[in-house]
């Protein structure tokens, strides 16, 4: 069977369309189809069954799923260079959560460019960085720990912890993070009575509120020592390119930021 045709496979099982796999692959949607008709006939199973929501994978299909894409995943890492060198790079994608951008985003892009002359795009961290992890678009993300698509690699770094600061004569102020509590109080968890009556989603507005207001300030911490809003950080990246030698290399730098900063903090 057609190594081409097995990536085809895995590529499609995690976009749910030919139109975005296609899309993902750089081929036509006709060729996408073309080979899933191949593999529909060569493996006597239909693989996916078209509904409203698109491709829907059989059982079958979720069962061989994660084997194939382990035995790409070892093909594509014995096929790599023994050598590995970052000054090769063209182009690093990495995104933060909030308020990790303005913690460590400068720290991060100077211990990135130390290494390599290459482009470095630094992005807060948005629902659709989990998607972009999965097509390859993004290298590598730091965010909460935290239930994501199968298809994504976690590797608890580091806890943030939040204690309440600031005015308490004044308003209390949440900080909307993307992605962690857009619909969820975790402040509810220390205090019932708390009610927001302003919301913004940017650190350092929450920062110069707290002259007049309050809210919680999130620091980073080695372990989860600081009990009041506690969430564990994680770097996450593509559970297919993890073993790649440019996200091992990226995944230990950002973790060496990361640490650098709690011990600066």
């Known amino acids: 069977m057609d190594l081409n045709a097995l990536n085809v496979f895995i590529t499609l099982y995690r976009a749910g369309s030919t139109q975005r796999a296609a899309k993902q692959l750089g ?27 698109g491709l829907h994978p059989t059982s079958y299909a979720d069962k061989i799923a994660p084997k194939i894409q382990c035995s790409i995943e070892q093909i594509n890492l014995a096929l790599e260079p023994e050598y590995f060198d970052p000054k090769n790079l063209q182009y690093i994608t990495v995104h ?4 990790l951008m303005v913690m460590m ?21 948005r629902k659709t960085s989990n998607e972009g992890l999965i097509d390859g678009s993004i290298d590598i993300g730091i965010q909460t720990l935290r239930d994501r698509p199968q298809q994504l690699y976690q590797k608890k770094v580091a806890s943030g912890y939040g204690s309440l600061t ?23 968890a220390v205090d019932e009575k708390l009610t927001p009556t302003i919301l913004v989603d940017n650190y350092t507005v929450q920062q110069q509120l707290f002259a ?14 600081h009990k009041d809003i506690a969430v564990d950080l994680a770097i996450i990246c593509s559970a297919a390119r993890r073993h790649e030698a440019k996200i091992s290399w990226l995944s230990e730098l950002c973790q060496r930021v990361t640490l650098q900063s709690i011990a600066n903090s």
Do not use: C, H, M
């Open 27 to 53: 081929r036509s949607q006709s060729f996408v189809s073309k080979i899933l008709a191949q593999l529909r006939e060569e493996l006597s199973d239909p693989l996916f069954i078209r509904t409203a929501n």
């Open 96 to 99: 933060l959560g909030e308020p």
């Open 105 to 125: 985003g400068k720290d991060l892009i100077n211990a990135i460019r130390a290494e390599t002359d290459a482009v470095i795009e630094l992005r807060q961290w």
């Open 166 to 188: 600031g005015n308490k004569n004044g308003e209390f102020v949440k900080l909307i993070v993307d992605d962690l509590n857009e619909y969820v109080e975790l402040f509810r």
């Open 212 to 225: 007049d207001n309050y809210s919680y300030r999130f620091k980073l911490e080695s372990d989860d020592s």
